[in-house]
């Protein structure tokens, strides 16, 4: 990477970092719930929101998409959405002064557990699979991996709420509108690359997914399992996640490295503050 597209991602940075701290006021009222009450029809009734998370997540994006497309032409930057829905990643920042620098976006929404509001549920970064491993591959990616300067997270935390006040299935008059109560509050907003907020986990049961870590601070100051390491150990971790086997010491069977202290010892590196940084990160 050229040092003048390391200092154009860190323009990017910046900028993105400024306007998401504008966006809890604009999602949502003074006292921190969701200005998003439900959908309308013609007829003028509001049909409340499901707090199921996935219908959540699609509607914040769809509420911050109008801020979004201002953002970018004030940065001279137009947007690609992915041609599917499965693609990485959700937005591709193209620069209009040169359509090489491209900048890859991804939206992530959790909720606060609420047992314990220091930690959220956690969220995928997108896949280790083909696009990650081989990247010049176009399967599953807007454009190849290795083409985009910066991978970033735009995050959206929230508060959901189970007031027995919220009825997921009330229809409401207009006139109504404030009295509906939201399904989610207390936004909290941030962006990182995606490499300072992963785990070593897998994101997901049975799919190639890098998980994060679930520690919030955490996650907003990108403090994850490779923030001291750098991204090149991150890069090479998740390439060969389960691919390196070694030999069980108790069972003599061959067993495949899906820890990331297993991964150093196995480079022969220090692991021994991975292991006090999970523990740090779950509380313990």
Not at 25 to 44: Q, R
Not at 63 to 82: C, D, N, R
Not at 105 to 110: A, E, Q
Request: charged share 25%.
């Amino acid at each position: 990477m050229t040092a003048r597209t390391l200092r154009r991602k860190k323009q990017f940075e910046v900028a993105l970092r400024q306007w998401v701290e504008g966006l809890s006021k604009y999602a949502a009222t003074n006292d921190g719930h969701w200005s998003v009450k439900g959908f309308i029809d013609i007829y003028k009734n509001v049909y409340t929101i499901s707090s199921d998370t996935k219908i959540v997540s699609k509607i914040l994006e769809i509420h911050i998409f109008p801020e979004i497309l201002k953002f970018a032409e004030t940065e001279g930057y137009k947007i690609v959405m992915a041609d599917h829905q499965n693609y990485y990643p959700d937005i591709s920042f193209v620069a209009q002064d040169d359509e090489a620098l491209r900048i890859a976006v991804d939206f992530k929404t959790t909720y606060r557990k609420p047992e314990n509001a220091a930690h959220c549920n956690g969220f995928t970064l997108g896949s280790h699979g083909e696009y990650f491993v081989k990247r010049d591959s176009t399967k599953n990616i807007q454009f190849p991996y290795s083409t985009y300067a910066g991978h970033f997270c735009l995050g959206i935390i929230y508060t959901r709420a189970f007031d027995r006040a919220v009825d997921d299935t009330a229809v409401y008059s207009i006139d109504k509108i404030q009295s509906i109560v939201s399904v989610a509050k207390d936004f909290q907003f941030f962006v990182q690359e995606k490499w300072k907020i992963a785990s070593d986990r897998s994101g997901s049961g049975n799919t190639a997914n890098i998980g994060s870590i679930d520690y919030i601070p955490d996650i907003v100051a990108g403090r994850g399992m490779f923030a001291d390491l750098g991204e090149t150990v991150f890069d090479e971790y998740w390439m060969n996640y389960g691919k390196i086997h070694v030999i069980d010491t108790v069972t003599g069977k061959s067993k495949p490295i899906k820890k990331l202290h297993a991964f150093l010892k196995h480079k022969g590196l220090d692991s021994e503050a991975i292991v006090q940084r999970r523990r740090r990160s779950r509380g313990r």
